[in-house]
């Protein structure tokens, strides 16, 4: 069964820095593209970050919001994805998503539940 | 504000069938087979239920469809069921530089 676990999430003061965990379980990790999605409070999703897989170089992505800010990484050998967020600001309070692209086409096939992310003084 | 628009709710009674738009742009929806449709029941993680325009995913009842036409996309869902009751986002690839965008979601009543 694929298991996505996100983890990492809390209270910030902006400015501040955290860095959020995806345990992935159930498939082969080391194939598969990964993203980071995020929700804030009352508002629709909006994509954050991806990496791709070993075969495509580990290359990256990122949304003009967050670019230059956060950074996306991953340890295959540890089945699991990672993102570090510098210079929050209250704009980024959200639930962080972690989430599977389903064969590289921007479809994700699994999220895991999410950790919420609250950057306020 | 979100990239792509959806109504905000939209409701039907068990058994009917209801129709949930997500209206794009030729940069988007338009130029993209990549649209994807998700199910989100709050506090829980979201559900691929359509992907590349029409595709359902194994495990997906055939009472869930999609279709688009030009710049809006479309999730159909037929013989209603209390289960079905949840929030609904669109999903599309939008180029390069901006990659992908969501919709600002739907919630689903049934009645």
């Known amino acids: 069964e694929v298991q996505l676990v996100e983890s990492g999430g809390g209270l910030v003061q902006p400015g501040g820095s955290l860095r959020l965990s995806c345990a992935a379980s159930?498939?082969?990790?080391?194939?598969?593209?990964m993203d980071w999605v995020r929700q804030a409070p009352g508002k629709g999703l909006e994509w954050v970050a991806r990496?791709?897989?070993?075969?495509?170089?580990?290359?990256?992505q990122y949304a003009a919001s967050v670019l230059g800010r956060f950074t996306i990484s991953r340890d295959d050998s540890q089945n699991s994805l990672y993102l570090q967020m510098n210079s929050l600001k209250t704009e980024d309070t959200a639930v962080y998503y972690c989430?599977?692209?389903?064969?590289?086409?921007?479809?994700?096939?699994?999220w895991g539940q999410g950790t919420l992310v609250t950057v306020s003084s | 504000q979100s990239a792509l628009t959806q109504p905000r709710s939209v409701s039907g009674s068990p058994g009917q069938s209801v129709a949930i738009s997500c209206t794009g742009t030729?940069?988007?929806?338009?130029?993209?087979?990549?649209v994807s449709w998700y199910q989100h029941h709050p506090g829980k993680a979201p559900r691929l239920m359509i992907y590349?325009?029409?595709q359902r995913p194994s495990g997906v009842p055939d009472r869930f469809s999609g279709s688009k036409s030009g710049n809006t996309a479309s999730l159909t869902i037929s013989g209603l069921q209390a289960e079905d009751e949840a929030d609904y986002y669109c999903?599309?690839?939008?180029?390069?530089?901006?990659?992908?965008?969501f919709g600002g979601g739907t919630k689903l009543t049934v009645l």
């Open positions: 990496s791709r897989n070993k075969v495509n170089s580990y290359t990256t």
């Open positions: 159930g498939f082969t990790f080391s194939d598969h593209y």
């Open positions: 030729s940069s988007d929806v338009g130029g993209s087979v990549f």
């Open positions: 999903c599309s690839y939008a180029g390069t530089y901006t990659h992908v965008v």
């Open positions: 590349d325009v029409s």
């Open positions: 989430a599977r692209d389903h064969g590289g086409n921007w479809n994700y096939d699994y």
